[in-house]
């Protein structure tokens, strides 16, 4: 079996090398066999045995040469009627990350406190990329379509989902507290709520349509004006330089290989 380097990441350190000689029982599928090697298979993209593109309920035979790759960059997600971007959930530990996906628009739902069996719940019920960096998590066969977040920092992580995705951003219409929409709002009708440095100093852009927030650019205005720049540039990057998968590509769905068929 040959691990595609952008997957290593997912094996033992001691087993951490692209070149893996895997035992061959006859009946263990392939995807059980990737799993078992620690990727899970919402990571994975192509499969390929002898140069041939199969699914993961594949049967590897004694001498197949096997080759795992991860899933395409930008990877598709599929969208529901009348939706025109990708809807996130995050797992609890990924708070500051859900704060940063909602400064850019992203449709990000986040809890601290659900359980893995909720989370897979949401996500399906709402067709929401489950983001996690619990492959536990992503090893459930229940799950419609996960994805784990590469980095300890936000930025890192930020990156990596905004060069995995290239989701459309519309940065500061979303409330970072909530993921409620925001409506413009004039300084005027707020300013009774305001303090008087922030009255004279900020300009008022909106209001949350479900917690009532209101936000303006404030203290933290070109910090966050950063963090804006720096993700419209990643998404560009990503666009430019892998322009989405052809259509008609063969091989397992957008999602990753389909996880039902293992
Ligand atoms: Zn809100």
Known sequence: MRVAPELLLFLPAARRREEQAVACDGTSTLGHLVEALGVPLPEVGALTADGVRVGPSHQPSPGERVEVAPV????????????????????????????????????????????DPALVVQANEERRVLLTQDRGLL?????????????????DQLRDLLDRFAPPLSPWTRCTACNGPLVPVGKEEVAPELADGTRRSYDVYGRCTECGQVYWRGAHGGHLEKIVQEAAR???????????????????????????AS
């Open 72 to 115: 395409p960059r930008p990877q598709p997600v599929p969208l529901e009627p009348g939706q025109d971007a990708p809807r996130f959930l995050l797992d609890v530990h990924l708070g500051t990350l859900a704060r940063r996906m909602r400064l850019l628009g992203l449709d990000t739902a986040y809890h601290n406190d659900m359980d």
């Open 139 to 155: 090893r459930r066969r229940a799950l419609w379509f996960g994805a784990y977040v590469r980095g300890a920092r936000p930025d």
């Open 234 to 260: 990643t998404v560009a990057a990503a666009r430019a330089a892998r322009p989405a998968s052809s259509p008609g590509a063969p091989g397992p769905g957008a999602g990753g290989v389909d996880s039902a």
